[in-house]
């Protein structure tokens, strides 16, 4: 049996997260995570990582840039995310980014439950009643094709610029060069369709996943 991480930052709802794990994933270590670079460190460490339930707004993870980066650095770990937010062209986008799951947190211990069973058992779980809520949104459908074709490394990257991170915050966080960013920089622009780092950080604060305070500052 491997770990599951529960990250949100606040405490009172990752113990309710903690308690609704026990039926369904007996037998599991549980870890908790008051940040994103705490959510990093915890999977670093661990030998296997069955899980994470991530809150969709905490520090470090600013609308759905936790859920790229994760994706990005670690595709194998299925995500879930846990949000007050909870209209269904959040969920629809978490999706279509990679999220396994998508747990409002209006939801009853049963849900959760059933939530927490269904992706343990390789299932993609929804609150029942989106599919039918859900209206195509054919520029965010686009982003997420071209945001699956990056590699790993060119993911890191772009939550990073999302995140506001100039090229050598970037090169000293990924322990690179700058010129090794660069080049990373410019192979995202090409595959997102983007001329500049300036655009596809708009794009992304479009589309919730850049920081409010990058997207308003461009």
């Not at 772009?158 to 506001?164: A, F, I, P, Q, R």
């Not at 991170?165 to 080049?183: D, F, H, M, P, R």
Request: some cysteine; proline content about 4%; glycine content about 10%.
């Amino acid at each position: 049996m491997g770990m599951i991480i529960v990250a949100d930052d606040h405490p009172l709802f990752r113990d309710a997260l903690c308690q609704a794990i026990d039926a369904p994933a007996p037998g599991r270590t549980i870890e908790t995570a008051g940040d994103l670079a705490r959510v990093e460190a915890l999977v670093a460490g661990a030998e296997e990582v069955d899980l994470i339930l991530l809150d969709l707004a905490m520090p470090g993870s600013r609308g759905l840039s936790g859920l790229l980066r994760l994706r990005a650095e670690h595709a194998e770990i299925p995500v879930v995310i846990v949000s007050a937010t909870e209209d269904s062209a959040t969920i629809r986008r978490a999706v279509e980014l990679g999220a396994s799951g998508f747990i409002p947190k209006s939801s009853g211990m049963a849900d959760i439950r059933a939530a927490i069973s269904a992706v343990l058992d390789g299932e993609i779980w929804v609150p029942p009643d989106i599919e039918s809520q859900a209206e195509e949104d054919g520029e965010f459908t686009e982003l997420a094709q071209r945001l699956k074709t990056l590699t790993p490394q060119q993911g890191r990257v772009l939550g990073m610029l999302g995140e506001g991170l100039l090229n050598k915050q970037i090169a000293y966080e990924l322990g690179v060069s700058e010129a090794t960013v660069k080049a990373h920089v410019s192979a995202v622009l090409l595959k997102l369709g983007v001329e500049s780092r300036t655009q596809a950080v708009i794009a992304l604060g479009r589309l919730g996943l850049a920081s409010g305070e990058e997207s308003a500052a461009l």
